[in-house]
């Protein structure tokens, strides 16, 4: 399957008329071919022309044919084989095991979202029936749907170049809303963005639906995406990344002479509590889970455990020791782009300058280029709470343990943190008094709290949140993971008298009745 | 009852620092006693710290404890008896019935809120079971529950003092979904908000919650509204009222350190599409009909039909002749605020010296100060097309037909509105291949879409959808009525793996197996 470096706009292949950029190999630092045509403003409004045409088409097919869409994009992501992983792994450093599993988690993505469409409850279909006879004033016959919000500029994430990328989350919600997707694919692995989409693409046509339901940009400029948001046509955002590109798309969109909702997830160190019973009873299996969760994908996850609020006592050495070697055994691994690996190295080597703070361990040395060399620190707690630069999420395997005296503590400490992704609680049968102390302040400030587990790996299901207070999101109200992430991208219609004929279909009285 | 012009923070009664103020009655143009205390940026800090305090406890209430207090806030209402009304009618200018009805409304939506919070459905609870067996890894036992996002900031309305006010929608669907609010009162009717605050605050004593769940600032100054959305401790805002007013709000909510959602409900011209078969056979009711929901109310609705979109033929003159003869007859009325007036007055002045615009009709000329004289308007369809100016929302009862040769211009002309609240459709059998050639534009831009009603009368109800696209609200994906408004206020919280006794108890085994 050749790689082109082209522009999708529909059905159209073209080159972009900015400046061209390449895919570089993290794991060598070298430049990959072909060189990649660079997306602009000419571009984006191409593709939103499209989106804006395709909209009315796209939200009105039936449940159906959606449905089999989502399924074909599936399908034809499959259908790619290995020449997907393997610029997958080039592209980003990451190894196969890791991209086949996410492949899967894609797949079922999309497989989830089209039966979700499939069972049309994504609509919340309400009925008020006529009340004639009501005093002083009848009550007229009210039914409502939720129909999709138009067009979304959905941003690939650099850090799962398939969940969360061209065919992720994202835009797997957003079409199965029933809202074409103007994809601008992260330039950190625009091989694989290729070929992902030219597997949506295919779906378009597979399906004979209106070209402009998907297009793809390409581009390394800041402008791109800035021009996207701007589009007049574009009705929502979605963006997993970094917190300052997140509240720059934010500020773009809210000065727009439409304001538009960003869904952007951006930033989260995601505390684990270790609670005393179980810090006595297990510490040294605690100290490697953490580490195993903290080490994996050198860190690059979004709900990478950051911080760990621990409480002094018996077991705390023991945590502390067990991390310490797990960390130190861990091999050093490559990070998804030289300059991820660049800020991962300056926020590590800022903290280990940091006088209040007392590194425990790092990782095996590196053996080659921009590879992520774990770490662990140690603070206590009234050092933690004197210094805010210990909110600033690292990315990367890096962790702080604050040690904390008792529990008030560890809850002043956790008052004093920004809202986050997840937090976890290790625990006991002994620690539930203690437990049940921090659960409102938890509830408050995260949006997924884990028991005896580790953040990392977010399932995708219908009870998932993956969202959270800021600046863990732009919009806490929201989840960018599991079924309920439709929900930012429909919005309600209420139809009031409606001859039943003139009723969209699942609002007509055959349809409520049935 | 007396009225004191104090400031009402939680249980304290305070004066406010800044500058004092006086209702006005609008129907004399003179200042109401007494002077009211002016709140500033010192109130609203005392007033979100116990919002903020009153957060946890008032979250935590059970299902039957917040139903409760929200009746109690609809009986003490009840309870102010007529004085409620006299003020309301000294201060609005609006009739006596209309205020009844309008009390009645908001106790309504009191007690629909009450129902909604004690059925629980508002929690939108899911489960994803435990897979321990499952292949290639387990799946975590997952649950999801809403909770309140925290203290919300309400703005009192002025075109509704009862039901748009300080226990309209905004509060009531604040406080059910379990989250304090701070009430704005609108500096228009400054003595009916004190009582119904004093009615709020008497409910949470009666019902013995944490005193910070409700306070009450008021003042004339603008600083005091924007004071009160960057307070950090606001964690969303409530607003029905000018578009200016709206997008203020908005920018200082997206320029927080920490931005919040603002609900803004702004500016609508609320289309009324005359379909040929309709205009046949009912010109002169509909001409009616349109005119008495054109002049309720001088016109003061945010439902108002301020712009008609008629096919010209058989039946168009005959609807004009109905509609200007129903303008003619239709009463002189105080509006709301002499404020509201010069702006109505400036407006419609501007739009009778337009060169394309043809003046039909006046009301009858007014016989007091700040009186509505309504306002008919006739203008071809091309000079629609061409000045944008038509598109300006004029609050009162005056409206605009555009004549169209077709319904290719009708719909070039809709094509060109931005986003509404609401669209009607006059319209009888034989207009049905023309409404569905509507709908689909109908539906991308506004929020309800009504058949042979008027767009006045929001029900309060589920299937409602006082909402629509920018620049109708803030966020066309919520409504501002009806029960779904409650989800505004609310975010997901997902409990992984939680043991039962840690479990929130909507969320325990018991009760979801119940």
């Known amino acids: 399957m050749t790689i082109t470096g082209n522009q999708f706009i529909g059905a159209r292949e073209m080159r972009g008329q900015e400046a061209p950029f390449h895919g570089v190999d993290p794991s060598t630092g070298e430049q990959l071919a072909p060189a990649f045509s660079g997306a602009g403003k000419?571009?984006?409004a191409l593709a939103c022309a499209l989106a804006a045409q395709a909209f009315g088409d796209y939200r009105h097919t039936t449940l159906e044919q959606r449905a089999a869409f989502l399924e074909r994009i599936a399908h034809n992501i499959l259908e790619l084989g290995d020449a997907l992983i393997e610029n997958a792994m080039r592209e980003s450093g990451l190894p196969r095991a890791r991209l086949e599993g996410e492949r899967g988690r894609t797949v079922g993505q999309l497989r989830l979202f089209s039966a979700l469409v499939r069972s049309g409850e994504w609509q919340g279909i309400r009925h008020d029936p006529a009340l004639p006879e009501r005093k002083p004033l009848p009550r007229s016959d009210l039914r409502l749907r939720h129909i999709g919000i138009g067009p979304v500029a959905v941003f690939g994430a650099s850090n799962f170049p398939l969940a969360f990328s061209v065919a992720g989350g994202d835009t797997a919600s957003a079409l199965a809303a029933g809202c074409p997707v103007v994809l601008?694919?992260?330039?950190?692995?625009p091989a694989t963005s290729e070929?992902?989409?030219?597997a949506v693409?295919?779906?378009?046509?597979d399906c004979a639906l209106h070209e402009g339901v998907f297009s793809m940009l390409a581009g390394a400029s800041i402008e791109l995406g800035g021009a996207l948001v701007a589009d007049p046509r574009i009705k929502a955002v979605g963006f997993t990344g970094s917190r300052g590109g997140g509240m720059a798309l934010m500020r773009i969109a809210a000065s727009r002479p439409e304001p538009i909702p960003v869904f952007?997830?951006?930033?989260s160190i995601n505390p684990m509590f270790l609670l005393p019973a179980a810090l006595a009873a297990r510490a040294e299996s605690i100290g490697q889970g953490f580490v195993a969760s903290l080490t994996m994908g050198s860190g690059q996850f979004c709900t990478n455990p950051g911080l760990v609020l621990a409480i002094d006592g018996p077991g705390f050495d023991a945590f502390m020791a067990a991390a310490s070697n797990a960390v130190q055994a861990a091999p050093a691994s490559t990070m998804l782009t030289p300059a991820i690996h660049g800020i991962y190295t300056a926020q590590t080597e800022k903290l280990a300058r940091h006088g209040a703070l007392r590194q425990i361990a790092r990782g095996q040395p590196a053996q080659g280029p921009h590879q992520c060399q774990a770490a662990l620190m140690l603070v206590e707690s009234h050092d933690f709470l004197a210094d805010p630069v210990w909110h600033n999420e690292v990315f990367g395997a890096s962790s702080v343990v604050v040690r904390c005296p008792d529990l008030a503590t560890v809850e002043q400490v956790l008052g004093h943190l920004e809202g986050q992704l997840t937090a976890t609680l290790q625990m006991d049968e002994a620690d539930l008094p203690l437990a049940r102390r921090l659960l409102p302040?938890?509830?408050e400030k995260v949006g997924r709290i884990l028991v005896n587990g580790y953040p990392t790996g977010v399932e995708v299901a219908s009870a998932m949140v993956h969202g959270g207070p800021f600046p863990a999101t732009s919009d806490a109200r929201m989840t960018s993971v599991g079924t309920l992430a439709i929900t930012r991208f429909l919005r309600p219609v209420c139809y009031?008298?409606?001859?039943?004929?003139?009723?969209p279909g699942p609002l007509q009285d055959?349809?409520?009745n049935a």
């Open 510 to 512: 055959q349809a409520l």
């Open 441 to 443: 302040q938890l509830e």
């Open 496 to 503: 009031q008298d409606f001859p039943d004929a003139l009723l």
């Open 264 to 267: 952007a997830e951006m930033s």
């Open 184 to 189: 601008k694919a992260h330039p950190a692995h």
């Open 201 to 205: 693409r295919q779906a378009v046509a």
């Open 42 to 44: 000419a571009e984006v």
């Open 195 to 198: 070929l992902v989409g030219r």
